[in-house]
């Protein structure tokens, strides 16, 4: 976080990075007040603790084999300690302090096979943007946003998406510094149309500076953007409107943020292809918004794509009255994003599952159709990666107990989104595209967003609705860092489409690091049989053990608040252990798809 004493001598403090040959120069500039005979003192600390003092202000200085920071999951998050000191008469009067990370960022767009391409470029690495929208909360708290973002974190997390609306306070930004979550940043605005006068414009430069200048050293800022949707309601605008949208998120913002941070990348608009109205929403450039279920092709960047659910029962309980607890009464639709979420919530189950017959086990078929919703369309886009470049599902938080597309609720309970996002995040990630009764054909892809080759095992099984094989096969494959690498098409007439069903594991060094299970129907069509789970507590573990196949396994406890290393997973006849990340195993308890119904 950025400090400054109250003695008004240090103004501003900028310091520009230089990156060249293995190399960083800091040029350490500012403004600043003299008061008689002020010295100026600039110190620079190392991620070590090492301590170079510039003894003058503006100062410079070479950085040699510079730790650089880089994006969760690609590098470590090194930051340096720049402070500047106001001396009188031998005594600090004033001083300036804020940490930085070693790092260049921008957006790779590029003319490719597929169109333009838009993807995060750190220190020169394309970086897939895996994450989600961030909400902030009015009593959001250092503690409270912390353990939100680890748990962002927790779920292989690179990047989060600040909307407009409110901008989060100081400490959000250092804790993403911290944890190495890049940040798409939203300039606060959310207007269909703006009639821009004189005085709005002078207004809206001065909240450009002032943001930018708050924001500018954190090495997490990696996308401004000049607001969310409007270039889309261009068909609703005057002339005067349209032009007057031009001059504010073409002209006048990207200026004065070119004179705040010269180096920071702008992009007009989200959906847009780079601005002037030019086909907002194109799959084949810039950033999209996704329905998840649109085939028409992946999209370059996927900047917003989600479902609603509900929170578990005792979050429903803290805003409901018993008489109230009913997905269309008027207490739920209250708490819920938009009027029509209760309606896509049970859209969203007829999809997947049977009709549930009790109001607990909705909640918990809404939570798992919006999960697997998501899941398919997330590993779609990185199955895709190259040409896409980004996924970042709707919300990772609410900011009150309600129905929406978040992964996490108010009380900071995981909904099954979250762990099934742990999952389809990993940086080495097996995954299957949609099976078809029909064409009864597999097809298996792994995904490696790490800078290193992976050597890997696949073993594929085909079995029946006991776990019995019926069919396996076990490949070797080294996938290139950064790439996607696709396995042969493999045909499957032999099987049942309503009693079979196929598992796939990737294994690196004989430890499986990605697991999943596919269906050739909807779970609603499928023969389970009971899998009489059963729950028991081992120290630190939870094991759960099954008679069949079981799919959406979800542990709970009494209060429903256990936060654990895996839950909502699917799993054969056996045993399955967990570790216990928080809360207390009280009342412990199981079911899976199987109880829907």
């Not at 310091?15 to 008689?36: K, P, R, W």
């Not at 490696?448 to 006991?466: E, F, G």
Request: hydrophobic share 35%; glycine share 6%; charged share 25%.
């Amino acid at each position: 976080m950025m400090k400054q004493a109250a003695h008004n001598i240090i103004m501003d403090v900028f310091v520009s990075q230089t990156h060249m040959n293995g190399a960083v120069m800091l040029d350490i500039m500012g403004d600043f007040c003299t008061a008689g005979d002020t010295e100026f003192t600039v110190f620079v600390t190392d991620p070590r603790g090492r301590v170079t003092e510039l003894p003058s202000f503006p100062a410079h200085l070479a950085i040699e084999g510079p730790q650089l920071w880089w994006p969760r999951g690609y590098g470590e998050q090194s930051l340096y300690t720049v402070r500047v000191e106001a001396r009188l008469d031998g005594q600090v009067a004033d001083f300036w302090e804020q940490k930085i990370g070693l790092r260049t960022a921008s957006m790779s767009i590029e003319t490719d096979g597929y169109g333009e391409s838009f993807a995060h470029m750190i220190n020169g690495v394309k970086i897939f943007a895996m994450g989600a929208g961030y909400t902030p909360r009015e009593d959001s708290t250092p503690e409270r946003t912390r353990r939100l973002l680890e748990d962002a974190a927790a779920a292989n997390f690179n990047c989060i998406r600040v909307r407009g609306g409110v901008c989060p306070h100081g400490f959000f930004y250092d804790i993403c510094d911290e944890l190495g979550l890049m940040v798409w940043q939203d300039f606060m605005f959310s207007s269909p149309a703006y009639d821009l006068t004189q005085e709005l414009a002078e207004n809206i430069k001065a909240q450009v500076r002032n943001s930018v200048t708050r924001l500018r050293h954190h090495p997490c800022i990696a996308l401004w953007c000049g607001n969310e949707g409007l270039e889309l309601s261009a068909p609703k605008l005057t002339p005067r409107q349209r032009a007057d949208y031009i001059r504010l998120f073409e002209y006048i913002i990207p200026k004065e943020l070119k004179r705040c941070d010269p180096d920071a990348f702008y992009w007009p608009s989200s959906p847009s292809s780079g601005g002037g109205f030019d086909r907002p929403d194109s799959p084949d450039s810039g950033d999209v918004h996704s329905k998840c279920s649109d085939q028409k092709g992946p999209g370059r960047y996927v900047s917003d794509f989600g479902t609603p659910s509900c929170p578990c029962l005792p979050t429903v309980e803290s805003f409901t009255p018993p008489k109230e607890r009913n997905l269309f009464s008027r207490s739920m639709e209250e708490h819920s994003d938009t009027p029509r979420d209760t309606a896509h919530i049970m859209a969203n189950i007829q999809r997947y599952y049977l009709c549930p017959t009790s109001f607990d086990t909705l909640l918990y078929a809404s939570q798992l159709s919006q999960a697997e919703i998501l899941r398919a369309a997330a590993q779609r886009y990185r199955r895709h990666r190259g040409r896409c470049m980004g996924a970042l599902y709707r919300q990772l938080d609410d900011c009150r107990p309600q129905v929406s597309c978040s992964s996490i609720d108010y009380t900071g309970r995981w909904k099954a989104l979250h762990y099934f996002a742990k999952r389809f995040f990993a940086p080495l990630l097996l995954s299957c595209g949609e099976l078809s009764g029909q064409d009864k054909a597999l097809g298996l892809c792994v995904t490696n967003d790490t800078l290193a080759p992976h050597t890997v095992l696949i073993k594929w099984a085909l079995r029946d609705n006991s776990g019995r094989v019926k069919r396996e096969e076990t490949i070797s494959l080294t996938v290139p860092p950064l790439e996607s690498a696709w396995l042969d098409e493999v045909l499957l007439p032999e099987a049942d489409i309503f009693s079979d069903l196929v598992t796939y594991t990737l294994y690196e060094k004989s430890a499986p690091i990605s697991f999943g299970t596919a269906l050739f129907v909807p779970p609603k069509y499928y023969e389970f049989h009971d899998p009489q789970l059963d729950c028991r507590l081992d120290g630190e573990e939870i094991i759960v053990t099954s008679k069949a196949y079981a799919q959406g396994v979800e542990i709970r406890n009494a209060k429903e608040n256990l936060i654990l290393s895996d839950n909502y997973f699917d799993m054969l006849p056996g045993e399955y252990r967990v570790k216990i990340l928080r809360g207390k195993p009280e009342e412990l308890r199981a079911r899976s798809v199987y109880d829907i119904k």
